[in-house]
């Protein structure tokens, strides 16, 4: 069984920074990307960053690029998402996924992952 726990969220001032992380347990494939979709109401959930776990090598969504920082901690199975400078726009719901796959660069749909986290709420005060 695989499972996905996320940590961090909450309500932050526009400008202010945010971490959000993911742990990842049970029997998981070392071969695996690691993604994190934003989804705000009334839309579909976008694709903000993914990370592969072997290489870190990381991948960021259409305007989500130097907003957000993938990284991961590979001892401890954990991936995080990180904004220097949030906006009234950014807020919604965080969600990390887990895909098992041989590479992450075309992991960009959340069809692409089989597993999921719980989600956290993300709200940004103008």
């Known amino acids: 069984q695989v499972n996905l726990v996320q940590a961090g969220g909450g309500s932050v001032q526009a400008g202010e920074s945010l971490r959000l992380s993911c742990t990842i347990s049970?029997?998981?494939?070392?071969?695996?990307?690691m993604g994190w979709f934003r989804q705000r109401p009334g839309e579909e959930r976008e694709g903000v960053a993914r990370?592969?776990?072997?290489?870190?090598?990381?991948y960021y969504g259409d305007s989500m690029k130097g907003r957000f920082t993938i990284s991961q901690d590979y001892a401890q199975n954990t991936v995080y998402l990180e904004s220097s400078s949030l906006q009234p726009e950014d807020a919604g719901m965080y969600y990390c996924?887990?895909?098992?796959?041989?590479?992450?660069?075309?992991?960009?749909?959340?069809?692409?992952?089989?597993?999921w986290g719980q989600g956290t709420q993300v709200t940004v005060s103008s």
């Open positions: 990370i592969y776990i072997p290489t870190s090598s990381p």
């Open positions: 049970g029997t998981t494939p070392d071969r695996r990307c």
């Open positions: 996924a887990a895909a098992f796959r041989p590479s992450c660069y075309s992991a960009k749909r959340p069809s692409d992952y089989g597993y």
